[in-house]
C-alpha cells in the first residue's frame, strides 16, 4: 500500500519564476493538505483540498494556488517566486472526518 | 501563525530516561495530535487526542490534555535512539485548519 509521495524531492528555481510541486494521496484518501515547513520551525498550513475544491486556506498569498484531481492526486502552485519561498513543502492526505494526517517526505524548494 | 508553543525547544537526555515535551496553544480545540520528524522529513502521526479526553496511551508514549489550561503533554518512557527527532504538537482537525508549533528538538545521548 503506496504511502504519500511526492514529486520533485529536490527544486531549484530562481526569483520569479512559477513552480508546480505534485502530491499523490495514500490509497483511499481524498482529502489532501499542502504545508510549508521553513528551516528550524514547524510546518505552517497553506490549503486543504477535498472534492476537487479549496476547502480551507491559510495566511497566504495568492501567489499559492492549488488543485486536485477526480483521482485526489494534487498539485501546488508558486507564482512569482520570492527568497523566502525557499522551504520543505509537504503534503499530506486523509479521509473523510479522520484526523490523522499521513504526510509525504517532502518536496525541497530553494530559490536563488 | 502558530497556536502551538513546545516547551522545552530543545532536549537532550540519556537513552533508557523518560522524555516529556509540553505543548500549550490559544483557543478551543476540537483535538490536538503530536506528530514526529526525522531530520527535516515528513511527519509521523503519534498520537490523536480529543478535547473530551484526559489522558491517552500508544506503546511507549503518554499524551494529557488539559483544556482548562490550553495545554498537553507528552511523555516517551524508556527512550531510545531511534526517539532523536523533532516533536510537533498540532490543534484542529479536518474542518478546521490544523496549525502546528514550532516543535520540541529531542535528541537521545547514547
Known amino acids: 500500500d503506496a504511502g504519500v509521495t511526492q514529486s520533485p524531492t529536490h527544486l531549484i528555481k530562481t526569483r520569479g519564476q512559477q513552480v508546480t510541486l505534485r502530491c499523490s494521496p495514500k490509497?483511499?484518501?481524498?482529502?489532501v493538505s499542502w504545508y510549508q515547513q521553513a528551516l528550524g520551525q514547524g510546518p505552517q498550513f497553506i490549503f486543504q483540498y477535498y472534492e476537487e475544491e479549496e476547502r480551507q486556506r491559510g495566511n497566504f498569498p495568492d501567489r499559492f494556488s492549488g488543485h486536485q484531481f477526480p483521482n485526489y492526486s494534487s498539485e501546488l502552485n508558486v507564482n512569482a517566486l520570492l527568497l523566502g519561498d525557499s522551504a520543505l513543502y509537504l503534503c499530506?492526505?486523509?479521509?473523510?472526518?479522520?484526523?490523522?494526517?499521513?504526510f509525504g517526505p517532502g518536496t525541497r524548494l530553494t530559490v536563488t | 501563525s502558530q497556536q502551538g508553543e513546545e516547551d522545552p525547544q530543545a532536549l537532550s537526555i540519556q537513552e533508557g530516561e523518560n522524555a516529556t515535551m509540553n505543548c500549550s496553544y490559544k483557543?478551543?480545540?476540537?483535538?490536538l495530535q503530536w506528530y514526529r520528524q526525522n531530520s527535516g522529513r515528513g511527519l509521523v502521526h503519534l498520537i490523536l487526542i480529543r478535547s473530551n479526553e484526559r489522558e491517552k496511551h500508544s506503546g511507549r508514549l503518554r499524551v494529557t490534555l488539559d483544556t482548562s489550561k490550553k495545554s498537553s503533554s507528552l511523555l516517551i518512557t524508556a527512550s531510545r535512539a531511534a526517539d532523536t527527532a523533532s516533536y510537533f504538537c498540532a490543534t484542529g482537525g479536518r474542518d478546521d485548519k490544523i496549525i502546528f508549533g514550532k516543535g520540541t528538538r529531542l535528541h537521545i545521548l547514547p
Open positions: 483557543t478551543s480545540i476540537n483535538n
Open positions: 490509497s483511499g484518501h481524498d482529502t
Open positions: 499530506a492526505s486523509t479521509y473523510s472526518l479522520v484526523y490523522e494526517q499521513y
